[in-house]
């Protein structure tokens, strides 16, 4: 089955950068994005890229984060620059496979989970 992992995360201070990185398939039809979530509130989404890697954004990270992949080495990335004590939170990368080459990603449809990386930024 296919799986993903993520791993990068870290402490930091308001303003710095950490880039996070996940072992996914990203040379084949999949969706694949990054979400957070901090405790008793709802997971919710960063980045996403498809398989043609067009890129989306949540409105709270546009102009600061970036999502990436290198399909040589299977890895998707999140750089995030301008860090905030908001941005603080377990973030998670994740996966769906798609029946085509280019097929819009939906936020809601992901249905493959790395075990999550800890990203605590200090003010």
């Known amino acids: 089955a296919t799986q993903v992992s993520e791993s990068g995360g870290g402490s930091v201070e308001a303003g710095g950068s950490l880039r996070l990185s996940c072992k996914a398939p990203?040379?084949?039809?999949?969706?694949l994005g990054w979400f957070r979530q901090v405790p008793q509130k709802e997971r919710e989404g960063v980045a996403l890229i498809g398989s043609t890697s067009d890129t989306e954004y949540a409105n709270y990270v546009k102009g600061r984060f970036t999502i990436s992949k290198d399909n040589a080495r299977l890895t998707l990335f999140l750089q995030m620059n301008q860090l905030k004590p908001e941005d603080t939170a377990t973030y998670y990368c994740?996966?769906?496979?798609?029946?085509?080459?280019?097929?819009?990603?939906?936020?809601?449809?992901?249905?493959?989970w790395g075990q999550g990386t800890q990203v605590t930024v200090s003010s």
């Open positions: 994740a996966a769906y496979a798609v029946p085509y080459w280019g097929n819009s990603c939906r936020w809601g449809n992901f249905d493959i």
């Open positions: 990203t040379a084949e039809r999949y969706c």
